[in-house]
């Protein structure tokens, strides 16, 4: 099992940046595929970008280019930054764990992220 707090959420401008992070609390960290979801209001949950235990990277095309997720597996945290922000990411951005072995998932309490000027 694993635990998982976000931070880093807030207002920002149109254009502007920001770099939310996610701490996991387990002792096997490296072998979760880590991900960033979100959620809009009146929206479904969605993926935003998620990575491998081998760092491979995906992204929801609406984020290619824009943002980009990381991990630290020494640290056990992954981040996302986010880049040339636009007022359709504003949502709750919820951090992810899932287990290749057991394919349980995990999720964060969230993090709100709006994008207004």
């Known amino acids: 099992q694993v635990q998982l707090m976000e931070s880093g959420g807030g207002l920002v401008h149109p254009g502007g940046s920001l770099e939310v992070s996610c701490a996991a609390y387990t002792t096997i960290f490296a072998t979760y595929v880590m991900g960033w979801y979100r959620q809009a209001p009146g929206n479904q949950r969605e993926l935003v970008a998620r990575?491998?235990?081998?760092?491979?990277?995906e992204y929801a095309d609406s984020v290619r280019g824009r943002f980009a997720i990381s991990r630290d597996n020494a640290k056990n945290t992954v981040s996302l930054q986010m880049n040339y922000l636009k007022p359709e990411d504003t949502a709750v951005y919820y951090c992810?764990?899932?287990?290749?072995?057991?394919?349980?998932?995990?999720w964060g309490q969230g993090t709100p992220v709006t994008v207004s000027s």
């Open positions: 990575i491998t235990p081998g760092s491979s990277t």
């Open positions: 992810n764990a899932f287990a290749i072995d057991t394919q349980m998932d995990y």
